[in-house]
């Protein structure tokens, strides 16, 4: 079941991260699925932590980016969304290559949103971290 409510391509959304961290950090929206979205992150200096491991910060801002996508599409025009709650469990260490994120909504309802998001590294699939993100709905008519 498709779940997205705004007219959107892959080129528009990677085009609105523009200028922000996740263009910074190398996130790429990769693809927009009925009901899932995914991108990658390359593991460098810009998501490593000191002893060269992808930073856990670094993965919860993917987390954000995959389920905050996600919730802005799957709302009506005139709604956007905000984060509430972000978390990740870091379940496995990575020092190069890229990792994958796929988002997928457990719920969609009315005020808020629910996605889960689990990272594994490009090649192997090897489960690096899992999160859930939490947005509130606001209605900008408001």
């Not at 190069?96 to 629910?114: F, K, L, Q």
Request: proline share 1%; hydrophobic share 40%; with cysteine.
């Amino acid at each position: 079941m498709n779940i997205w409510k705004k007219n959107f391509s892959l080129e528009s959304v990677n085009n609105s991260c523009i200028d922000t961290a996740v263009e910074y950090l190398g996130i790429k929206i990769t693809d927009i699925g009925e009901n899932t979205i995914e991108g990658e992150m390359p593991i460098d200096n810009r998501t490593c932590q000191v002893r060269r491991l992808l930073h856990g910060g670094a993965s919860a801002l993917l987390v954000e980016t995959l389920g905050s996508i996600g919730g802005y599409l799957s709302t009506s025009e005139n709604y956007t969304i905000a984060g509430i709650e972000v978390n990740a469990n870091h379940i496995g260490g990575i020092s190069n290559g890229y990792v994958v994120g796929v988002a997928t909504a457990v719920h969609i309802g009315r005020t808020t949103h629910v996605w889960d998001v689990k990272i594994n590294e490009k090649n192997t699939a090897r489960p690096i971290c899992v999160g859930r993100l939490t947005l509130a709905v606001i209605d900008l008519n408001i």
